[in-house]
């Protein structure tokens, strides 16, 4: 079974700098990859995902992730951090074939807090 | 576009009482559904997953049911809330040509005190 991790439990950076959020995934072939963003209070929100081509993905909101294979990771990064990039990030792996039913695998999420 | 609905935005129940949380999509039809709960610091744990009119398919025991009585409408129940049933629900579905892509509804804050 496929698995998700996100090292990071609580991220804190200045607003202005740049910003990597770490994911490592667990899974026998090519995965389908994901970053979301949840506002405190609110649903979650797609940022970019990954299914295959270029390893090297643009989301909304200035945001960027690279997909490598040899390490099993999709980290997010973004070279700039608004003070409204503020919020909880989470990393998710879905799986090819028709016994997935389309569903996602998450990790425990990162929370971004960002300083003036 | 979808648009998913989630009925009531927060909910306080006492231990013991029932539950019923709604999930309603607009702007598909026959899609994949799925209940998450969100608990402090757990990230997000899918609970059941629908494939169709009365298909439900549960992902870890516990003290909730699912039931999905049209094609887009999905509930989650219980007959006997639990403290440890607080969290945030969502509800998201799948946006089924684009290897699965989910879309979340806005969420549901349950408190069980």
């Known amino acids: 079974a496929q698995s998700v991790t996100q090292p990071d439990i609580h991220i804190t950076v200045s607003e202005g700098a740049s910003l990597e959020l770490r994911c490592n995934y667990s899974?026998?072939?090519?995965?389908?990859l994901f970053w979301y963003v949840q506002s405190p209070g609110q649903g979650l929100q797609l940022l970019l995902k990954?299914?295959?081509?270029?390893?090297l993905v643009q989301g909304i909101k200035g945001f960027e992730a690279e997909f490598k294979r040899s390490q099993s990771s999709f980290n997010l990064r973004k070279p700039s951090v608004h003070w409204s990039d503020a919020a909880e990030y989470f990393c998710?792996?879905?799986?090819?074939?028709?016994?997935?039913?389309?569903?996602?695998?998450f990790g425990q999420g990162t929370i971004l807090t960002v300083h003036p | 576009s979808q648009t998913i609905h989630q009925w009531p935005a927060t909910l306080v129940q006492p231990v013991g009482s029932p539950l019923s949380l709604e999930c309603t999509v607009e702007?598909?039809?026959?899609?994949?559904l799925y209940w998450y709960r969100q608990a402090a610091g757990r990230g997000l744990q899918l609970l059941f997953y629908?494939?169709?009119?009365?298909?439900i398919s549960s992902e870890v025991p516990q003290n909730l049911s699912a039931s999905r009585p049209q094609d887009r409408q999905f509930i989650l129940s219980s007959k006997k809330l639990l403290l440890s049933d607080s969290g945030f629900y969502l509800c998201?579905?799948?946006?089924?040509?684009?290897?699965?892509?989910?879309?979340f509804g806005p969420g549901t804050r349950l408190t069980v005190l």
């Open positions: 998710a792996v879905g799986v090819a074939g028709g016994t997935s039913y389309g569903k996602l695998t």
């Open positions: 899974y026998g072939a090519t995965p389908y």
């Open positions: 990954y299914f295959s081509g270029d390893t």
């Open positions: 702007g598909t039809s026959n899609p994949n």
């Open positions: 629908s494939v169709g009119i009365g298909q």
């Open positions: 998201a579905t799948y946006l089924g040509s684009s290897y699965n892509e989910q879309f």
